[in-house]
């Protein structure tokens, strides 16, 4: 098995927090994220950087991927 884990970021600007649905678009970005078919990817930390308005707030999202490089699947094209 020859195995690669990196990480990415992503941020996340939410700019009304009462008209969000936060888990759900976190599981957006995590399916996203992926490259190939059995590419996991999970979340490692969600750090609030701050408020961008009254109700708005801006997220840096840390993703963990594993590849399996010897058994990668199809390239995702989204």
Do not use: C, P
């Not at 600007?13 to 008209?19: G, H, I, K, Q």
């Not at 399916?31 to 990817?41: A, C, I, L, T």
Request: hydrophobic fraction near 40%; avoid cysteine; proline fraction near 0%.
């Amino acid at each position: 098995m020859n195995i690669e884990n990196f990480q990415t970021n992503v941020e996340l600007d939410v700019a009304n927090w009462d008209n969000t649905n936060i888990a759900e678009t976190i599981d957006e970005i995590v399916h996203f994220s992926r490259n190939y078919e059995n590419e996991v990817v999970t979340v490692h930390q969600i750090v609030n950087i701050g408020n961008v308005t009254k109700a708005g707030h801006r997220f840096l999202i840390i993703l963990n991927h594993t590849r399996d490089l010897d058994n990668l699947g199809e390239e995702l094209d989204f």
